[in-house]
């Protein structure tokens, strides 16, 4: 494991108090329990919904970008990125994929798996789950990539993908589901 992931924090080694009534509250991972009994606020600590795509060309090539900044500068992913408050999932990857590839087509997104992993940011090991969808374009070309999330993008045969090159544990499940 990394230096930067040994130092870094769980969330239920952060939050410590009730955000209702600033009491006392009792963090057992899965939870924060206000010590309260007036208040008794339970908050649920969640994971924090992500989305992916795997882009399949005619050619049955995925892309894979490189990412631009930490975590994982330099190794590769999928496109994708974190649900805001009123996204479907597929919303989701609609808005990231024009952001970071400037893609504007309707694609149609099919569910791949799931799974659950952790996102470092800012010394706090955040709990994440990413749904890995898979959408087939045929005659797609990248004009703009936002070279503040990407440095380049890569259109691979799927099983020329080493796997080590992929930044996250979720891609690499993701992978293993694709070539199933
Ligand atoms: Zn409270």
Not at 53 to 74: C, E, H, T, W, Y
Not at 77 to 90: A, I, M, N, Q, T
Not at 139 to 147: M, P, R
Request: glycine share 4%.
């Amino acid at each position: 494991m990394q230096d930067f992931l040994m130092n870094s924090k769980s969330p239920s080694e952060l939050y410590h108090y009730c955000s209702v009534c600033g009491s006392d509250a009792v963090n057992d991972s899965s939870k924060l329990s206000c010590t309260n009994g007036d208040c008794a606020t339970v908050i649920y600590l969640n994971p924090s919904p992500s989305v992916q795509v795997f882009l399949i060309n005619r050619s049955n090539q995925i892309l894979i970008v490189k990412r631009a900044k930490d975590p994982m500068k330099g190794l590769y992913d999928l496109p994708g990125g974190f649900v805001d408050g009123d996204e479907s999932f597929e919303s989701a990857l609609s808005r990231e994929v024009h952001e970071e590839l400037g893609i504007s087509d309707q694609l149609e997104y099919k569910y791949l798996c799931s799974a659950p992993d952790k996102y470092y940011y800012k010394g706090i090991n955040l709990d994440v789950v990413v749904v890995t969808f898979i959408a087939r374009v045929s005659d797609i070309v990248i004009e703009k990539i936002d070279k503040n999330e990407i440095s380049d993008i890569k259109w691979i045969d799927i099983d020329k993908v080493e796997i080590d090159t992929l930044a996250f544990e979720n891609s690499r499940y993701a992978l293993t589901q694709l070539k199933k």
